[in-house]
């Protein structure tokens, strides 16, 4: 079992898509252990995506991040991370598999609805940003 951090970016929960997006993660056998709605700051906003800094669209995605509430989520399964990214799909919409998350609920590659961790060192460290011990069952 391994885990992975996910999160329902603000154009997803301004478009009321929450349930959509976690009826198909709990269809999908992922176990929620850990969720809260937060308003991401710009300093979490930065930290998060530190990989993009020196990319075109850092500001923008950025000011996007921070536009809104997002839900951040920890789910818990076999395989999580590679299922995860399967189930969400490419990070452009447009070029995603048929049936992904990203598929039903993406606008374009800024606004793309959710985020997923690509590895384990990704996941272990932005759910240590996100959350604390205490709020993990
Ligand atoms: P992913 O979210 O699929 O892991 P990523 O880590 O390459 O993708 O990029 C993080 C986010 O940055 C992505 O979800 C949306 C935004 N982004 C990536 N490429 C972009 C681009 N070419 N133009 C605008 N935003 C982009
Ligand atoms: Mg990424």
């Known amino acids: 079992m391994d885990k992975s951090f996910f999160m329902i970016k603000p154009d997803a929960v301004a478009e009321n898509n929450i349930g959509g997006i976690i009826a198909i ?24 995506y530190k990989e993009h800094i020196n990319k075109p669209f850092f500001k923008e995605l950025v000011e ?6 997002s839900v951040a989520i920890i789910l818990e399964g076999q395989d999580c991370i590679k299922n995860l990214r399967d189930l969400v799909g490419n990070t452009n919409p447009a070029k995603a598999v048929q049936g ?3 598929t039903k609920f993406g606008v374009d590659v800024g606004r793309n609805a959710v985020h997923a961790s690509d590895s384990s060192e990704a996941a ?8 604390n011990t205490s709020e993990i069952y």
């Open 25 to 48: 993660i709990e269809k999908s056998n992922f176990k929620i252990i850990a969720l809260k709605m937060l308003l991401v700051e710009t300093k979490l906003a930065k930290e998060h």
């Open 64 to 69: 996007f991040i921070t536009s809104g509430p």
């Open 100 to 102: 992904t998350i990203r």
């Open 124 to 131: 272990i460290r932005e759910i240590d940003l996100f959350f």
